[in-house]
C-alpha cells in the first residue's frame, strides 16, 4: 500500500510538472489558430515550428484541445462510484463538538465517524486511502463551540479550510418534534451563486461530497452564497394538496461557512502548493467578492 500511495504520487507531480509545458505549446496553437482565422501572417517568432503545430491542430478535436490540469485529474473518477468520506475531530473534543459531529454523519451519505483519541493527521490519512475513503472531514473547536472544518479530497486533494459561523445544532432546536428524524435519502443540491473561479472550485468541493440522488427524494440541501459566508441548510418537503404546494420543513443543523484557504494537496503535506488564501486585506474590500456577485 505504501508503495502503491509513492508511485500514484509521484505519477501525479509529473502531470503537474508538465502543466506549464502544455500550457506554452496551447498559447503557441492558439496564436497560429487565430492568424490563420483573421487572415494575417504567422508570428515571426513561430514560423519554424508552424508546419509541426499546424499538424498537431488537425489532429485536435474540442476535447483535446485545451490542456488538462491536475484540478481536472482531482476529480476524474468522481462520476464513477459514490463518495465515502470520514468524520473525525480535533483532540478531546467536547460533547457539543462530538453531538455536531454525530448530526453531520447524517447530513453526509455514506460517511462514517470516528473518535480521534491519540492519532496524528499522518495517520488518519493512511487510514483512509487504506480502506478507499474518498474525502475526510475534520472539525474543530475553540471553547466548545465548532469553529472550523477541513475537507481534504484523496487521493490527490485539494484540503479547503473553512471557518464556522453560527451553528444551531438539532439538538439546540426545542421544536424536536417538528423537525421529526432526519431521512437517509441521497439529496438533491441547491448551490446559488458560486460564479467566479473560486466559487465554482468551490461548488466543486462541495458537491463531490455527495452521491446522485433518486429524482423522488424528497431532501435537499442547500449551499447558499452571499457576501462569501456560504449559508448551509437542510430540508425534507412534501406535496401536501398538489404538484404546486409544497411543505418545506427544516431538519437541521444550520450553520455558515467562510472559505479562507484552498491547498493543491491532501492535509498531511506540509510542502502542498497553496492555491488560493484569504489575506487580512481582502476583508477591507468592499467590493470584491470571492466566491460570486
Known amino acids: 500500500m505504501l508503495r502503491r500511495n509513492v508511485r500514484l504520487r509521484r505519477e501525479y507531480l509529473y502531470r503537474k510538472s508538465l502543466e506549464g509545458k502544455e500550457r506554452l505549446l496551447y ?16 508570428p515571426t517568432e513561430l514560423r519554424n515550428e508552424d508546419a509541426a503545430l499546424r499538424q498537431e491542430i488537425d489532429l485536435e478535436d474540442e476535447r483535446t484541445a485545451a490542456p488538462r490540469s491536475t484540478i481536472d485529474d482531482e476529480y476524474a473518477n468522481a462520476n464513477e462510484r459514490d463518495p465515502k468520506i470520514l468524520l473525525t475531530t480535533s483532540h478531546d473534543p467536547s460533547a457539543p463538538l462530538k453531538q455536531f459531529v454525530k448530526e453531520l454523519k447524517f447530513v453526509f451519505p455514506n460517511s462514517q465517524r470516528m473518535n480521534r483519541g491519540g492519532q496524528v493527521i499522518s495517520e488518519i490519512v493512511e487510514t483512509c486511502r487504506a480502506h478507499d475513503f474518498t474525502d475526510l472531514i475534520l472539525v474543530y473547536e475553540h471553547r466548545g463551540v465548532p469553529d472550523k472544518i477541513v475537507i481534504s479530497h484523496l487521493p490527490y ?46 461548488a ?73 488564501v484569504l489575506r487580512s486585506f481582502m476583508n477591507t474590500s468592499k467590493k470584491q467578492r470571492v466566491l460570486g456577485e
Not at 35 to 42: R, S, V, W
Not at 225 to 252: A, C, M, T, W
Open 157 to 202: 486533494g485539494p484540503t479547503s479550510y473553512f471557518q464556522i459561523l453560527n451553528v444551531v445544532t438539532r439538538h439546540d432546536n426545542k421544536d424536536k418534534k417538528e423537525m421529526g428524524t432526519v431521512s437517509e435519502a441521497y439529496p438533491h443540491l441547491i448551490l446559488n451563486n458560486f460564479s467566479t473561479k473560486i466559487g465554482e472550485r468551490t
Open 204 to 276: 466543486t468541493i462541495l458537491k463531490n461530497l455527495f452521491p446522485v440522488p433518486k429524482p423522488d427524494s424528497k431532501r435537499i440541501i442547500t449551499f447558499a452564497n452571499q457576501s462569501d459566508y456560504i449559508s448551509f441548510r437542510h430540508h425534507v418537503y412534501r406535496q401536501s394538496g398538489g404538484p404546486k404546494s409544497i411543505d418545506l420543513k427544516e431538519v437541521g443543523p444550520r450553520f455558515e461557512l467562510k472559505l479562507y484557504q484552498i491547498k493543491l494537496g491532501t492535509i498531511d503535506q506540509e510542502e502542498a502548493q497553496t492555491e488560493w
Open 27 to 42: 498559447e503557441k496553437k492558439r496564436k497560429i489558430k487565430q492568424a490563420l482565422e483573421e487572415g494575417k501572417p504567422i
